[in-house]
C-alpha cells in the first residue's frame, strides 16, 4: 500500500515536472539560438596604417610608412574569432635621401573581443605570419636586390564603434608589429602601427 502509494506521488510529480522541464529546455534552447543568430558570422575591413619603423641598421633611424590593410574575421562565438590579413605600406624619398622602402605582410591569428555594449566593443588580437620588402633599403636575402622575405607578427588591440547592424568603424587600432628583416646588426624592427577604418558584418 505505502510503495502504491509513493508510486502515485512519483507520478504526479513526474506529470508536474516534465512540461516545466521541456518549458526550461525550449527557453535555453531559443535562447542560445537567438545569441548565435547575433553572432556575425564573417566581419571584414579594411584599414588605413601609419607605422613608424626603426628599419634602418642600429639604433632607431626611424622611418615612417602609410598605407592599409584588409581582413577578414571568421567567427566562433560573440568572443572568439580567427582572422586573416593582408597589409601593405611604403615610404618614398626618405627624408630627401632619394630611398625608398615598402612592405607587405600576411598574418592569421586569433581575435578576443569584449561586448561592453551592443555598439562598443573592444578587442585584442595576435598575428603571426610573414612580410615581403621591396625598395632601395629593403635588405638582399633572396637573390633579388632590393627585395626580402621575413618573419612578422603583431600584437595589440583596438575598439570597433557600431553604426548600423551590418556596419561598424574601427575607431583606433594600436599593435606592436616585429618583423625579422636582416639588418647586418640584430635583424629585428621594432614598429608601431596605428589603424583606423571601417568594418562589415555579415
Known amino acids: 500500500m505505502a510503495l ?5 506521488k512519483m507520478s ?29 558570422r564573417v566581419d571584414m575591413g579594411v584599414d588605413y596604417n601609419y607605422v613608424r619603423t626603426n628599419a634602418p641598421p642600429g639604433g632607431c633611424g626611424c622611418i615612417t610608412l602609410r598605407g592599409g590593410d584588409g581582413w577578414v574575421a571568421f567567427n566562433f562565438t560573440h568572443s572568439i574569432a580567427i582572422v ?22 600576411f ?3 586569433p581575435r578576443y573581443s569584449f561586448t561592453v555594449t551592443r555598439r562598443i ?15 632601395s ?33 574601427r575607431a583606433a587600432q594600436i599593435d606592436y608589429f616585429l618583423t625579422r628583416f ?11 602601427r596605428l589603424s583606423a577604418g571601417i568594418v562589415l558584418r555579415f
Open 137 to 169: 633599403l629593403a635588405p638582399d636575402n633572396i637573390g633579388i636586390a632590393g627585395s626580402s622575405n621575413a618573419f612578422a607578427m603583431t600584437a595589440g588591440g583596438g575598439l570597433d564603434i557600431g553604426l548600423r547592424r551590418h556596419l561598424a568603424i
Open 4 to 8: 502504491q502509494q509513493e508510486r502515485i
Open 107 to 109: 598574418l592569421v591569428g
Open 121 to 135: 566593443v573592444p578587442f585584442a588580437q595576435v598575428l603571426l605570419g610573414g612580410a615581403h620588402a621591396t625598395g
Open 84 to 105: 586573416g590579413q593582408v597589409s601593405g605600406q611604403h615610404a618614398a624619398n626618405i627624408e630627401g635621401s632619394g630611398a625608398d622602402l615598402t612592405w607587405s605582410s
Open 182 to 192: 636582416s639588418n647586418g646588426v640584430n635583424d629585428r624592427q621594432n614598429n608601431l
Open 12 to 40: 504526479k510529480i513526474l506529470h508536474l515536472a516534465m512540461p516545466t522541464g521541456i518549458a526550461l529546455v525550449s527557453c535555453l534552447l531559443f535562447s542560445a539560438n537567438s545569441k548565435a543568430q547575433d553572432v556575425s
